[in-house]
């Protein structure tokens, strides 16, 4: 699960998370991996919901220290 | 065209005087079934908003052009991105300043009645979450009875009607919403009260409220008098307020009844819920007015906004109030119960002390419904 680009959103309210995780999803080829790490909870049920909708894969997400990362997967 | 903030508080005047109003909830789909603003003259459209990035032009037409819109999310963000998308293309929409989770922080006072000796009692509505409390007021003294965490709220009222708090109670450990009450008490030096059954756990200093406790606000007497009714939780207290108003808690509401599984207890306490409501309930004078910690749905308030009726009233109509069969109650309130409140064991931590998680966390377990009913 080698993330090819890693977004950091630390610090940045939603909408910003999802609206940066949608632009460097679009610069990602099918089948690579997006990592994501956020400060926003929020984003634990929006961006697996976007994901769902957009057709990604989320492979998974854990919490350290209050920063949440996401592994997406383009699809 | 424009984009405007609207206030909780304008919200709440419309869901009170049920005005018109189409919502644009852009928080995802299962937050919006979960919980949302509630009206009885509200319509709809829940498209969230990381489906609109692109532009909003798909969504268009299911805006009414003639209606007040609002667009609402979780903090307020997404729906000023929206508001200012909608308003681009040549609408003049609202955003909801502070989004759900001002929602659920907003409180509305009611005066609900008056007491023989000139003092009053006003219920304090937390319109988006369903949380009632109360503040019983008498000859400048008052006490403060299931008080949220907006403890300010409370402060500067008693503070605007020049009374100091004295006593402060909950009728039960609360699992839906974090409790003010030992804030407000330490703040003002008053007395907090808590059933002793439901505080075997707390970690801090509190008065027990024994059945048949009295107590007196003011010079002239105002008695709390002190009703044990378990069957929410074990401990659970209502108060008979100057033999006119019965403070129910969560064993008794409008249109439904408490639910007796939220600490984990609902078979044992299946037997003590109906024993309350069926026998000790049942011996009350049938005129008092019932003044419930809860309300679940928009139809249950009152012309006024409030949330009362007479007890009488609910004996009739209350269909919790009227299973005759001991075993078709037993299944209500135990079987295929609804879910349990967000966080609900965190928040009952919070509630004995033995957690202190800080306002932002206190916030997000707060998130939701606050579902401590059965109907």
Known sequence: MDAIK??????????????????????????????????????????????KAGGHELLKHEEQNDVLMFWIKKG | MTVNSMTTQEITKKVMNQEELFILDV?????????????????????PYFDLLDGVEEIMDKIPAGKEVLVVCAKEGSSIMIAEMLSDEGRTVSYLKGGMKAWSEHLEPIKVGDLKDGGAIYQFVRIGKGCLSYMVVS?????????????DVYLEFAKSIDVNVTHVFDTHLH??????????????????????????????????????????????????????????????????????FLLSGDILFIDSIGRPDLAGMAEDWVKDLRESLYERYKDLSMDLIVLPAHFMIIDEL????????KLGTLFERNHGLNIEDE???????????????????????????????????????EIGPNRCAVR
């Open chain 2, 139 to 151: 000859n400048g003294e008052a006490a403060i009875i299931d008080s949220t965490r907006m403890t």
């Open chain 1, 6 to 51: 890693i977004l950091d959103a630390k610090g940045l309210a939603c909408p910003m998370p999802i609206v940066k995780t949608k632009k460097a999803m679009n610069e990602l080829e099918v089948g690579q991996v997006l990592e994501i790490h956020t400060t926003d909870k929020g984003a634990i049920n929006d961006l697996t919901a976007w994901s």
């Open chain 2, 175 to 244: 699992a839906d919403h974090i409790s003010g009450g030992r804030v407000i008490a330490n703040k003002t030096n008053a007395t907090y009260w808590l059933p002793p059954k439901d505080a075997t756990e707390v970690i801090f200093d509190y008065k027990p409220l024994e059945s048949g406790s009295n107590v007196t606000i003011g010079n002239t007497t105002i008695n709390i008098h002190a009703l044990y009714s378990p069957g929410h939780t074990i401990g659970s207290t209502s108060f008979v307020v100057d033999e006119k």
């Open chain 2, 27 to 47: 928080r995802n789909e299962s937050d919006f079934h979960d919980w949302k603003i509630e009206g009885k003259n509200f319509d709809y459209l829940n498209v």
């Open chain 2, 302 to 309: 009152n012309e006024d906004g409030s949330v009362s009726e």
């Open chain 2, 327 to 365: 075993n078709e109650f037993r299944k209500l309130v135990s079987e295929n119960l609804p879910p349990q409140p967000n966080a609900y064991q965190e928040i009952r931590q919070t509630n004995m002390g033995i957690i202190t998680p800080d306002d932002e966390k206190q916030r997000e377990m």
